[in-house]
């Protein structure tokens, strides 16, 4: 199924016109393209599409015939010929994982989402290392699950006057993307520039109302009625990139301190995690200058 918004010029004065379109039919090869040709032969233009197949395919294709090199190609002269801003292929099965960094703080419940997501598949990453400015013992629960899976853990301790930035951009050298797994560190500008490449944060909904130390104390004692948590790229005004992913819950007198922080944390994890699967799933387009597409 597929629904298009169509601009067309009509006789006379030249004046567009907005057509919406509702197609439902089964799903073969060569739909999309003879719907846009169709409506591109009459001088119309698809203002917006959205397509539904029921088995949840972008596309597919058997590589024997299209092979994995010809596709890019493909791709790349499309970009070309229409001026495109952004043209990215991705084909799960063939491709390698993207490689990211995690770098996280002292509170470890995104680390640790992140790394059993990861451990069971739900995750399609490859994590090169765990980047942290908080030491944690041998024995803890975080290092012996990486140790058991040969995921290295770098303590970097950071200061007002040293941030570890030209460790952190070396070890991160290789990767395709960053994630912030509630790092409490700002990440300077030069930073930002000298990676290059997107990095994925994730901080609770209670900002900017309740900040500084226990802000969900501060939200508790004030009675709030719903909670939340927002992912977003990271940029140089804090916590204003670009959002991802927002999710939010309802909470109520009856909650106590400790389900109020859990109902919190469960938001940060579950925000997260769909953040960086829509990410990898390449839903996520940047639109105009602070905002995305998220498919």
């Known amino acids: 199924m597929a629904r298009r918004a169509i601009s ?25 393209a003879k719907l846009s040709e169709c409506i591109a032969s009459r001088g119309g233009n698809i203002r917006s599409v959205d397509v539904f197949v029921p088995e949840n395919n972008e596309f597919v294709f058997d590589p024997t015939y299209w092979p994995r090199d010809v596709v890019d190609n493909d791709f790349i002269k499309l970009s070309k010929l229409f001026s495109a801003e952004k043209s990215i292929v991705r084909v799960p099965d063939l491709d390698p994982k993207y490689k990211i960094v995690i770098l996280a703080s002292k509170q470890e419940h995104c680390l640790v989402d992140l790394l059993y997501k990861w451990q069971e598949g739900r995750l399609p990453v490859d994590i090169s290392c765990v980047i942290s400015n908080h030491q944690r013992a041998p024995n803890t629960h975080v290092i012996r699950f990486l140790e058991r899976h040969g995921i290295p853990y770098h303590y970097l301790p950071t200061s007002a006057g040293n941030k570890r930035e030209a460790e ?20 300077s500008g030069r930073f930002l ?17 309740f900040k500084g130390g226990s802000p969900s104390k501060q939200a508790f004692d004030a009675g709030v009625k719903l909670i939340g948590a927002t ?17 939010v819950e309802r909470v109520s007198h009856r909650d106590t301190l400790q389900s109020f922080v859990q109902k919190s944390e469960n938001l940060e994890k579950q925000c ?15 639109y105009q200058e602070n905002k995305t597409l998220v498919f």
Request: glycine share 8%.
């Open 8 to 32: 067309t010029i009509t006789g006379g004065p030249a004046r567009s016109v907005l057509g919406i379109h509702v197609f439902h039919c089964p799903d073969v090869v060569g739909i999309v």
């Open 168 to 187: 952190i951009l070396e070890l991160a050298e290789d990767t395709d993307f960053l994630v912030l797994a509630r790092y409490m560190q700002i990440l």
């Open 231 to 247: 992912s977003h790229f990271v940029s140089q005004e804090l916590d204003a990139g670009p959002i991802i992913e927002q999710m």
């Open 272 to 286: 997260l995690v769909q953040a960086i699967k829509s990410y990898c799933e390449l839903r996520v387009l940047p």
């Open 193 to 209: 520039e000298s990676y290059g490449k997107d990095i994925i944060n994730i901080h609770h909904g209670l900002l900017p109302s």
